[in-house]
């Protein structure tokens, strides 16, 4: 029997990592709560260190949060969530198609560095043209290149990577995020990969607490003064 499950999640409007694991437990049916440490608040300061072992978000608990069991780190969260849910199909059931979910999630996991600096999740602010820089516009293009074959081998019909959503979705809603605010130009199959993305269930629900949001995180703010 599964025990009470937390999510420890950073702030909705620029916590790219915290959206993956929520939005796709959200979108499994998978029950959980969620506490939130708000970037440079008090509560961060007071409660990071008893609640996160790497002092990262997102950490997924099993029990009391700070008190039962902690797996840290997105990719780890995600093998936790398929090993406590097997019937969920957190990856998709063919082998070599869940082979090529994870091949995807793993390589965007160690790289596309100039995409994610010059393009930081920021759901709430609009900033058409920034960012476009040649080095992140052939990360984009390899990222979308990746995105059309998997869908031409493995998605069918659907709106998805493969044959239904999984964790390979989940991880690039921030990416379908990131190009909703900086809006770089993308060929037809990304823009309709992105647009089924931004349209699910959970995105939805966690952007419309983003834009809720009012903190300033000047990390994540490259293009704004701070109010
Ligand atoms: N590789 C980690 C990255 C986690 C991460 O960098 N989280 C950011 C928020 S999105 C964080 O906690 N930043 C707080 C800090 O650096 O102090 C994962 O996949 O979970």
């Not at 420890?8 to 409007?13: A, E, Q």
């Amino acid at each position: 029997m599964t025990q009470p499950l937390t999510l420890v999640i950073g702030n909705k409007n620029y916590s790219s990592w915290s959206l993956r694991p929520w939005a796709l437990m959200t979108e499994l049916g998978i029950p959980f709560a969620e506490r939130m440490l708000k970037f440079d608040s008090e509560d961060w300061d007071e409660n990071i260190a008893g609640l996160s072992p790497t002092r990262l978000v997102p950490v997924l608990w099993e029990g009391e949060p700070g008190q039962g069991f902690a797996t840290f780190d997105t990719s780890a969260i995600v093998e936790r969530l398929g090993d406590l849910y097997p019937d969920r199909r957190v990856w998709p059931a063919d082998d070599r198609a869940r082979a090529r979910a994870r091949s995807l999630v793993a390589t965007f996991h160690s790289g596309f560095a100039a995409l994610r600096s010059a393009m930081p999740m920021n759901i709430r602010s609009s900033y058409p043209g920034k960012g476009h820089e040649p080095e992140v516009m052939a990360e984009i293009d390899r990222l979308t290149t990746l995105w059309r074959d998997a869908r031409a081998e493995f998605g069918g019909e659907g709106s998805f990577l493969f044959d239904s959503y999984s964790a390979a979705d989940a991880c690039f809603l921030p990416v379908a995020s990131r190009f909703a605010t900086y809006e770089p130009p993308l060929d037809r199959d990304a823009a309709d990969y992105c647009r089924a993305l931004l349209e699910t269930k959970a995105m939805r629900e966690w952007s419309e607490a983003a834009r809720l949001e009012t903190e300033f995180v000047p990390e994540d703010e490259p293009y704004a003064d701070p109010p």
